[in-house]
T-cell receptor, first 114, second 114 residues
């Protein structure tokens, strides 16, 4: 059984387009995250939600908008895509807030902007 | 701010060699410390963690001890295998609400030669 799943796995699109990435977790966790991994493999938090409430928003351009319809889903919508948005985007989830819990990661979505 | 400094890679070892990947951190408060592993083309998996000083995390022959006095969490394995080839990330989280993000080091690429 897949614990944290993301769709699509690969996304190739043109500059200026709008795209969405979906994430679902079946672990019963309350907290979900989006991380961005750049071409040098560096990972950085973008957003975090707890029970559908936004709790972390790290200086991410307004073109990125997360949406959490319920606590098992966290989607990422990106408007007006730019070349610099090309990266691998990872969704993750954890049981509770507080930092000691393990975060479980999805397989990633590789976004390529042409 | 909080940060993780990791040994620069890439690291290439022969099978059955001893492995150490250094990791030090800077944090306000008492972080939890993690090692995640990313196999080629996959998402991140938790390898081991430690949530308080002097704790030792271990898994699959890997070990790391939380050393508060040296602010370190070095990863070790006594005898590496080809299947250990991956990118290894040291990371921390803080226990306070509203700051549950993982702060990652830059990653260390490990290649094991038969």
């Amino acid at each position: 059984d897949t614990a944290v799943s993301q769709t699509p796995k690969y996304l190739v699109t043109q500059m200026g387009n709008d795209k969405s990435i979906k994430c679902e977790q079946n672990l019963g966790h309350d907290t979900m995250y989006w991380y961005k991994q750049d071409s040098k493999k560096f990972l950085k938090i973008m957003f975090s939600y707890n029970n559908k409430e936004l709790i972390i928003n790290e200086t991410v351009p307004n073109r990125f908008s997360p949406k959490s319809p319920d606590k098992a889903h966290l989607n990422l919508h990106i408007n007006s895509l730019e070349l610099g948005d090309s990266a691998v985007y990872f969704c993750a989830s954890s049981y509770a807030r507080g930092g000691t819990d393990t975060q479980y990661f999805g397989p990633g979505t590789r976004l390529t902007v042409l | 701010g909080d940060s993780v400094t990791q040994m620069e890679g890439p690291v290439t070892l022969s099978e059955e060699a001893f492995l150490t990947i250094n990791c030090t951190y800077t944090a306000t408060g008492y972080p939890s410390l993690f090692w995640y592993v990313q196999y080629p083309g996959e998402g991140l998996q938790l390898l081991l963690k430690a949530t308080k000083a002097d704790d030792k995390g271990s898994n699959k022959g890997f070990e790391a001890t939380y050393r508060k006095e040296t602010t370190s969490f070095h990863l070790e394995k006594g005898s590496v295998q080809v299947s250990d080839s991956a990118v290894y990330f040291c990371a921390l989280t803080l226990p306070n609400f509203g700051n549950e993000k993982l702060t990652f080091g830059t990653g260390t690429r490990l290649t094991i030669i038969p």
